[in-house]
Nanobody, 122 residues
Framework: QVQLVESGGGLVQPGGSLRLSCEAS????????IGWFRQAPGKEREGVSC????????YSLGSVKGRFTISRDNAKSTMYLQMDSLTSEDTAVYYC???????????????WGKGTLVTVSS
């Protein structure tokens, strides 16, 4: 059974940092490209960042460039999203996802997590 389980969300003050984790199981993680997505209240879901099997960043949302870093640990079947200099505009439910065809990220993903809420507020 394929599972992607996010953790690390919560409440953080503007300017603060947070690291999200996503543990994968049920498929061969290192064969898949990975991505992080988010959906803010009242808005559509958007791609945040994508990482290839080899660890190359293939996509990054303009508003998070220089602030967010995606990474992976294939030995642990886990992906991460380090988020720095957070603003209220980053408040959203964050989802991790994986796709066999790395070129599909962020347009189409094969597997999805259920999401973790990040709230940036003072």
């Amino acid at each position: 059974q394929v599972q992607l389980v996010e953790s690390g969300g919560g409440l953080v003050q503007p300017g603060g940092s947070l690291r999200l984790s996503c543990e994968a199981s049920g498929f061969t993680f290192y064969y898949y490209a990975i991505g992080w997505f988010r959906q803010a209240p009242g808005k559509e879901r958007e791609g945040v960042s994508c990482l290839s099997r080899s660890g190359r960043t293939t996509y990054s949302l303009g508003s998070v460039k220089g602030r967010f870093t995606i990474s992976r640990d294939n030995a642990k079947s886990t992906m991460y999203l380090q988020m720095d200099s957070l603003t209220s505009e980053d408040t959203a439910v964050y989802y991790c996802a994986a796709v066999w065809n790395g070129q599909s990220c962020p347009d189409r993903m094969d597997y999805w997590g259920k999401g973790t809420l990040v709230t940036v507020s003072s």
